[in-house]
């Protein structure tokens, strides 16, 4: 079955860092766009960013340009979050989800849970 | 960016009731609509893509439908399992995808 695991959350300061990982497995990764959406406590999905199955191209969110960075290791078969500046607002579960047919989202990992609090 | 409105942001009903939740983009996005699934403290789960297709392993109770800028989700029996909250979301503009802002199903 395909399989994605998040890890790396935890609590940070406001104007921290933090990575988080994503794991896949049982299909191959080269072949599909990933991405990485959040949910704050309590509220409805928020996208954040996209990466290609290349890296040629990223999105981001209004709300994390320029602090948010994706990346992906095909050879790893890991999709990644570098999160800097970080905001109390940033606080929430990070999934990461593949692309499938069409552009929907077919697969979710089980996500990982970042709290940004002094 | 387009937004996406659910309707109702609640719905209580009953073991067998169908029921309908609506989904309207700020614009015609030509049937490039998912619904997702959400059960507490679990990831959501895709239920329909393309409007009307359903995703694997999704009970054909689940039916979608639509054009232009509104959409619907059709529960046509409600068992215990389908109690969870329910999203749409627009991937016309992909990836800059967004995301309704949830129908949480109650049982009555």
């Known amino acids: 079955d395909v399989q994605l695991v998040e890890s790396g959350g935890g609590l940070v300061q406001p104007g921290g860092s933090l990575r988080l990982s994503c794991a896949v497995s049982?299909?191959?990764?080269?072949?599909?766009?990933m991405n990485w959406v959040r949910q704050a406590p309590g509220k409805g999905l928020e996208w954040v960013s996209y990466?290609?199955?290349?890296?040629?191209?990223?999105y981001y969110a209004d709300s994390v340009e320029g602090r948010f960075t994706i990346s992906r290791d095909n050879a790893k078969n890991s999709v990644y979050l570098q999160m800097n500046s970080l905001r109390d607002e940033d606080t929430a579960v990070y999934y990461c989800?593949?692309?499938?047919?069409?552009?929907?989202?077919?697969?979710w990992g089980q996500g990982t849970l970042v709290t940004v609090s002094s | 960016d387009i937004q996406m409105t659910q309707s109702p942001s609640s719905l209580s009903a009953s073991v067998g009731d169908r029921v309908t939740i609506t989904c309207r983009a700020s614009?015609?996005?030509?049937?490039?609509l998912a619904w997702y699934q959400q059960k507490p403290g679990k990831a959501p789960k895709l239920l329909l893509y393309?409007?009307?297709k359903l995703g694997s392993g999704v009970p054909s109770r689940f039916r979608g439908s639509g054009s232009g800028a509104d959409y619907t989700l059709t529960i046509s029996s409600l068992q215990p399992e389908d109690f969870a909250t329910y999203y749409c979301?627009?991937?016309?503009?992909?990836?800059?995808?967004?995301f309704g802002q949830g129908t949480k199903l109650e049982i009555k």
């Open positions: 979301q627009q991937y016309y503009r992909s990836p800059m995808y967004t």
């Open positions: 990466i290609s199955s290349s890296s040629k191209t990223q």
């Open positions: 614009q015609g996005i030509s049937n490039s």
């Open positions: 049982e299909f191959t990764f080269s072949d599909y766009s």
């Open positions: 393309a409007t009307s």
């Open positions: 989800a593949r692309v499938g047919i069409g552009g929907s989202l077919d697969y």
